[in-house]
């Protein structure tokens, strides 16, 4: 079993910065993938971006330039730094490990931005 902890979601004018941390427990296999999702209200779970323990990145193009993925594989820990935040960045963000052909979130934290 995998657990996931999120923290750094909140509310942030546009324009400001947040950034997320998800540190993840239990039984944890190198060659993981970590990322972020996020879900806006009244639509689908979509991706954010992910990374690789070999530091490999996928990202939605809406993010690209705007946030960045990084993570501390001794740690298991994936960060989202995000700038620029806009109105439409709104969501609940879910932290995803993938490993072993499963996957596993967490509970989400919720982002806000205000405009």
């Known amino acids: 079993q995998v657990q996931l902890v999120e923290s750094g979601g909140g509310l942030v004018q546009a324009g400001g910065s947040l950034r997320l941390s998800c540190t993840a427990s239990?039984?944890?296999?190198?060659?993981?993938?970590m990322g972020w999702y996020r879900q806006a209200p009244g639509k689908q779970r979509e991706l954010v971006a992910t990374m690789t323990s070999g530091g490999s990145i996928n990202a939605a193009d809406s993010v690209k330039g705007r946030f960045t993925i990084s993570r501390d594989n001794a740690r298991n820990t994936v960060y989202l730094q995000m700038n620029s935040l806009e109105p439409e960045d709104i969501a609940v963000y879910y932290c995803?490990?993938?490993?072993?052909?499963?996957?596993?979130w967490g509970q989400g934290t919720q982002v806000t931005v205000s405009s």
């Open positions: 995803m490990v993938r490993q072993a052909s499963r996957q596993y």
């Open positions: 239990g039984s944890i296999f190198a060659g993981n993938i």
